[in-house]
């Protein structure tokens, strides 16, 4: 069986389990202070080149998105996100549950529109009746979104500005950053998602870890107590370790990018492949997620022998389905899907 | 000064007044088991033609709507509404503090089309990934809705019989029910709306009555303990007959029917003084609100004298207002607003 | 029958009336901006000695206290209350459900003592592992407390003291607060309550209204948007005037103290006739609500003709009862009382 | 460095670790569904000899209180607790946060006992006024407790019997469940805890994982779409196998009650030896943690070498300290501790 379901079908990279066996047995400190989250905390700074980044590790991108975005919303503020987005589709009403409201504003391709954007808020302060609805309090996206399509240095930049004019933050949901970092054709690099953002989040369960996000504060914003939110919500772990181990590795030697980039490259060759075939995509995007449209009769066909998701009914006879590569994807697994194809 | 601005702005209307003055120095029960609001229970049940209703008095449309979707719902669930819906716009995030999505479903003049319903629960449980979303609980209209709209009868049962196939309530904000029962042309009576829905409200605050609506359960369905839990959600006043006396005055002698249908004549005759003057509608709505657009050199001249409300804006030199009529609206009035179309 | 039962047994005394209906047919605006509610700040703020001050309208006890404690609160704080709090016991989890935890002192006579105050915050921060805990975020008190006592200037001077060390809000639910400042002997006024108390209530349901409290920020420390976060509360009622009115001619010509004094002196009589017939008192109150212990068969004999609260049972042939006086209650009606005792 | 802290300060256990890393590489199914996940629930299964029993995977013990008493009590519930509680002291307000009240109830070295908790519940329904307080929804208790006692099978039977009176469930928080299973003296079996309880969990983090709790619902009375629930709280994880691998190896050949042994031993080897030298107990505790009373003179020596938990002030001279063994600890590491004290 050839796995192209999700990137989230393995353990940990090779190199990041090496690092939990060779940790294993030392004594650490609990609750965020063990050393190799303070090490983490130093490496993921440099990364971003922010050297005033506060950064805390929290297992789950919705566990991520809900403790976020519940710390930093007052309780009369919803969070604007593309009606595409993850937290308004895909998390089962965790945001809601926190009190607040996804304000839904259209996509294209997955994106927000700075222009949109604007419009929407300016319209929301002229209305006059403003005060018995929702205010506009945060805006969130995805980088990579849903669709796996990024945004451009230009996009965030206007983003950023729309934000900072209206004084709200800009949060990025990076479940699947390193693929969207090492993406071909784009011009964002990971100090300028700290440049643009006010805070997001470095994926590790999709992007070669058994578990883990980082969360990353850029502006000295943290919000006020925020390892106690994150007890309140459930979200602390005990061994903190099991996070901090992982993303000190990730963030050595530049591990987590070079695991995105393979995943990029194979997912390159398989796009190719998908070209040459001709078979139509329902989006283009550049990362390690593909949107092929197929015959249902295909995917009847491939699906005895490769594992996918089934994105959507395209039309009658087709739908659109995803190929998704990870850094376990191997330049094997797409050759023996080829074959299928 | 003329107003046509709204439907709250004078006290009780005279004969509730009266009966709150009349019963004022009786000693009478607290929280809701004094004599007068039992005997409203029992006249709003007959006039329900619905036995079975159990009826309690809450103060407030948004806390009505809170304290109903909230207790109906479980954690898990959602409640559908049209993208115009009054939770979804107005609430200031009422539903969501409370925990639960707003599922908004295009509209059509303010109205949720059953077949879109059925076509969007449908699509729910038919997407594999269901059970990292928000389940649909429930479904809000308003009748009249927030464009002064009416469903009909088979537009009711329709709605009704989806609800019931994927057993969820269907729940009617009625902040002004008796102008939609009282319009000309509907079908709609109060035993059909008991009939069709599985819990609706019966405004006062806007038909008649200082404050007040009456929540009515028509299916032995009321949640458990929801006394307590009206006194969780801050929604229990201590002198429960402030509530009881209005209403058992307002379904007295068809009290609530009478002021409303004095409301429809007052807006019927302005309906047909604009439609004689030519003035465009932006929406044919039957009730006690009109919607028509102004030239806005109109408005700015008739706005001395004459309060109206801003609905929104049409084009760059015109606007939706709204003209609002109540129980209180005089012919003189009317005639007086004539003069300066 | 006669009626000792509480003080919320009849609707609105005469002058509130008498005003209600004097400005029924008035046009005004809505959501607090009608020209009653806008004096009857004023009235208040001149009450209060407190220019400052800057007010709210809502309706019932607990509906107040969850809107001001939500509203004040950060997510990570909980609200310090006398275990006997009327937050802590009777509002059904109000507080909880807003996702708050209420921090249990315990009490004397229904008091908080400063100290015991200071020690309990003093002990928390001492605590390494308080970051695990919930903060003290606020304090909360009534006055008169759930038994009829009161504090002194002096105890509110040190409550406030360390409120302020500990940068925490002060608030006073001010329920029965008329019959608080009439009381004999007590040297609070309230100004002294505005001087102390970062917020407070004014209660009108217990003391003269058919409903209605007035919520007084005093530093200008009101919460960003709160009118906003009524409306989010389900607390905001459309007619405004309700409540304008009503306290607009309870702070007219000091009626707020006028009738809450006849309630004293009442209560005053009731309690040396008690006392001349050597009933035990399980607490000396110095309020409108008294709390002999008496015979369970004497409760039983009695209660034929008089209409008392049963408080707690004290030993298998005692019980606790309260007898309430109020606005409304007449010396006749305790020379009856008198008789049967 | 001697390690006494607690125990969570090592990883995983060799051979949960093991299987981690064999497992490593294996394509697993998501959220729940990998075969470890399900091998797990059999082998749990058959070692509570509950073959009804449902089980879930969470991370972390204030997660998993947080998701299971948010999952099973009614919104006008809240959860009985001994004051001493874990959910009532270092879980940041979790509980209530998810809109639960805590009624705490006086403890006896941490345990609650069945006639205290019968009388409370007896006292509120006795209560004319329970319609306006928090109904006692779910008892919580732990098992060992805060202070590592240990409910016998009689006192948990007991608990039963008025949770099943009152038709409330039982909880039981198992984050050292272990530990509570192989002390010496118990008569506790985890097919009684099963049989007792209504739903509990089973702690991995404290007792041989890295992370990972299970909750075993046994009376086929899992909450609705209690995996929804979980992802709306934030606290469902993508790669499951984390969870599920884990547990498989932990309840394969008995390595979960065969390290807890070891914990066991460990600490009553530290116990003899402190009873040897004089030391005084705060609290006899049965199991890995024990709360001997120290000097602060020896405290301030031995922490020099040693790391300890600092308890409570016992008096001026003398502090209350946590000695916690593990899986990790070894006869060495106590005898060395020995010779410090």
Same mark, same amino acid.
């Given at each position: 069986?050839?796995?192209?379901?999700?990137?989230?079908?393995?353990?940990?990279?090779?190199?990041?389990?090496?690092?939990?066996? *060779?940790?294993?047995? !030392?004594?650490?400190?609990? /609750?965020?202070?063990?050393? @190799?989250?303070?090490? %983490? =905390?130093?490496?993921?700074?440099?990364?971003?080149?922010?050297?005033?980044?506060?950064?805390?590790?929290?297992?789950?991108?919705?566990?991520?998105?809900?403790?976020?975005?519940?710390?930093?919303?007052?309780?009369?503020?919803?969070?604007?996100?593309?009606?595409?987005?993850?937290?308004?589709?895909?998390?089962?009403?965790?945001?809601?549950?926190?009190?607040?409201?996804?304000?839904?504003?259209?996509?294209?391709?997955?994106?927000?529109?700075?222009?949109?954007?604007?419009?929407?808020?300016?319209?929301?302060?002229?209305?006059?009746?403003?005060?018995?609805?929702?205010?506009?309090?945060?805006?969130?996206?995805?980088?990579?979104?849903?669709?796996?399509?990024?945004?451009?240095?230009?996009?965030? *930049?206007?983003?950023? !500005?729309?934000?900072?004019? /209206?004084?709200?933050?800009? @949060?990025?949901?990076? %479940? =699947?950053?390193?693929?969207?970092?090492?993406?071909?054709?784009?011009?964002?690099?990971?100090?300028?998602?700290?440049?643009?953002?006010?805070?997001?989040?470095?994926?590790?369960?999709?992007?070669?870890?058994?578990?883990?996000?980082?969360?990353?504060?850029?502006?000295?914003?943290?919000?006020?107590?925020?390892?106690?939110?994150?007890?309140?919500?459930?979200?602390?772990?005990?061994?903190?370790?099991?996070?901090?181990?992982?993303?000190?590795?990730?963030?050595?030697?530049?591990?987590?990018?070079?695991?995105?980039?393979?995943?990029?490259?194979?997912?390159?060759?398989?796009?190719?492949?998908?070209?040459?075939?001709?078979?139509?995509?329902?989006?283009?995007?550049?990362?390690?997620?593909?949107?092929?449209?197929?015959?249902?009769?295909?995917?009847?066909?491939?699906?005895?022998?490769?594992?996918?998701?089934?994105?959507?009914?395209?039309?009658?006879?087709?739908?659109?389905?995803?190929?998704?590569?990870?850094?376990?994807?191997?330049?094997?697994?797409?050759?023996?899907?080829?074959?299928?194809?």
């Amino acid at each position: 069986m050839l796995y192209f379901e999700n990137d989230y079908t393995e353990g940990a990279c090779p190199e990041v389990l090496e690092h939990l066996i *060779k940790t294993n047995n !030392e004594k650490l400190a609990a /609750y965020g202070f063990d050393k @190799y989250s303070i090490s %983490a =905390r130093e490496k993921i700074k440099a990364a971003c080149d922010c050297p005033d980044a506060d950064i805390y590790f929290l297992t789950g991108g919705t566990q991520t998105n809900r403790v976020v975005i519940g710390s930093m919303l007052r309780p009369y503020e919803g969070v604007i996100a593309a009606v595409s987005g993850h937290i308004n589709q895909h998390e089962a009403g965790a945001i809601e549950n926190s009190g607040h409201k996804v304000l839904a504003l259209p996509h294209k391709d997955g994106k927000i529109n700075a222009d949109t954007l604007r419009d929407y808020i300016k319209a929301f302060y002229a209305d006059g009746t403003y005060p018995h609805m929702v205010f506009p309090g945060m805006v969130y996206i995805s980088h990579p979104t849903e669709y796996g399509t990024l945004y451009t240095k230009d996009e965030l *930049k206007q983003l950023h !500005e729309v934000c900072s004019f /209206y004084n709200i933050p800009l @949060y990025m949901d990076g %479940a =699947r950053l390193g693929y969207g970092l090492m993406a071909e054709g784009t011009d964002v690099t990971m100090a300028d998602v700290a440049k643009y953002c006010d805070v997001f989040y470095i994926g590790g369960t999709k992007v070669g870890a058994l578990c883990g996000e980082a969360v990353v504060f850029t502006k000295k914003n943290t919000p006020a107590h925020f390892l106690t939110l994150t007890k309140m919500y459930g979200s602390m772990v005990a061994k903190s370790r099991i996070n901090g181990v992982q993303f000190d590795r990730l963030f050595t030697d530049d591990l987590y990018f070079e695991i995105s980039k393979k995943a990029i490259l194979t997912a390159k060759k398989l796009r190719e492949i998908l070209k040459s075939k001709n078979y139509p995509f329902f989006i283009d995007s550049p990362t390690n997620q593909l949107f092929p449209i197929l015959e249902n009769s295909t995917i009847e066909r491939i699906t005895k022998d490769v594992k996918i998701s089934i994105w959507e009914p395209y039309d009658e006879n087709h739908t659109v389905v995803r190929f998704a590569t990870s850094w376990a994807t191997t330049d094997e697994d797409v050759d023996a899907l080829a074959e299928l194809l």
